[in-house]
């Protein structure tokens, strides 16, 4: 059965990989929005993914500390017993950047590997798909039919 999307997010079932591209102002609600999706599908699949998340098309950044602690916390909490998986996020911006480092310190030590990108191409090659497959933009007409 197909997962319900929200727009900016593709799922990859034959790479067993997750695309999450926000555009606009990074919120808490995009936040809650992700942490719903991850932990429904999380339960649903009983397959372990990986996550690869690109920040590079944001116009701003509208979470602070406690937020992304919060989120960061959250998550390892909620994944602490399931087997690991990689989270590459691609950055290009110092304020994503800050908020990506936070993320990854709180998240260290558990099941879910954060790490920091500047390039697509070594994000790719950590997760072990080609660099085509994290350019697929899920904003593109082809993928507007399951926009909310």
Excluded: C
Excluded at 119 to 135: F, G, K, R
């Amino acid at each position: 059965m197909k997962m319900k999307l929200p727009p900016g997010i593709l799922f990859h079932h034959d790479l067993n990989l997750m695309v999450f591209r926000p555009r606009g102002i990074l919120t808490d609600k995009w936040l809650d929005v992700v942490i719903e999706l991850l932990e429904r599908e999380e339960d649903r699949d009983k397959k372990p993914f990986n996550r690869f998340t690109d920040l590079s098309k944001l116009d701003a950044i509208d979470v602070d500390f406690k937020t992304v602690f919060r989120f960061s916390l959250h998550r390892r909490l909620s994944y602490a017993g399931r087997p690991p998986v990689k989270s590459a996020i691609y950055v290009t911006s110092e304020a994503a950047a800050r908020i990506v480092k936070i993320h990854a310190l709180v998240t260290s030590h558990s099941a879910l590997n954060v790490k920091m990108f500047d390039t697509l191409a070594d994000a790719a090659t950590w997760l072990d798909v080609s660099p085509e497959t994290l350019e697929l933009d899920p904003w593109s007409p082809k993928f507007s039919d399951r926009q909310p």
